[in-house]
């Protein structure tokens, strides 16, 4: 066998594997309704936290450069997969409300944060999370007061993002 043609096949195995492993990373191999737990976890792994509602589990995932996605897997009763959502994006930042979303909110919202800094002097509590929107890279932070209320919400684009010059705050 020639050394081009082992290169081929080489080449070719590194792709396989590859897009094996990304096949896992958002669940785009899981099927709603049919996939079940057992194959959750198979794909994606252990998760990074799980919620128990009263209808169905959550599990979530971070994923990707300063986790800049979480997928969360909602499993029913019945151990069924009924679907997977991308929970970090700017839509889902407009949900946090000032002066009334709570700790457990948010952690629900987006899963588990990138980063917690605790400020006591100030007696306050922050949440980092970085997030894409479309090519756009943004950091949030919320800030919570130490009864676990959300007291701001700061959204930052990113410097080397395109176009960086717009700031959010609610």
Same mark, same amino acid.
């Given at each position: ?67 800049? %996605? ?81 007291? %701001? ?18």
């Amino acid at each position: 066998m020639s050394v081009k043609c082992q290169m081929r096949q080489w080449l070719t195995v590194l792709l396989v594997v590859l897009l094996a492993g990304c096949a896992g990373y958002s669940g785009r191999d899981l099927v709603p309704g049919r996939s079940t737990a057992a194959e959750v976890r198979a794909s994606m792994g252990e998760p990074a936290m799980i919620v128990q509602k009263p209808d169905e589990t959550w599990w979530y995932y971070p994923r990707g450069y300063y986790a800049r %996605e979480t997928f969360v897997a909602r499993i029913g009763a019945d151990g069924a997969l009924r679907g997977i959502e991308q929970r970090l994006d700017l839509a889902n930042t407009r949900k946090v409300q000032v002066g009334t979303s709570t700790m457990e909110d948010v952690r629900e919202l987006f899963g588990p944060p990138y980063q917690i800094t605790r400020f006591n002097r100030l007696k306050r509590t922050i949440w980092e999370y970085r997030m894409r929107d479309f090519d756009v890279r943004w950091q949030v932070y919320v800030q919570f007061s130490d009864d676990g209320i959300a007291r %701001e919400v700061l959204q930052l684009q990113e410097l080397d993002s395109p176009g960086a010059d717009m700031v959010g705050l609610h």
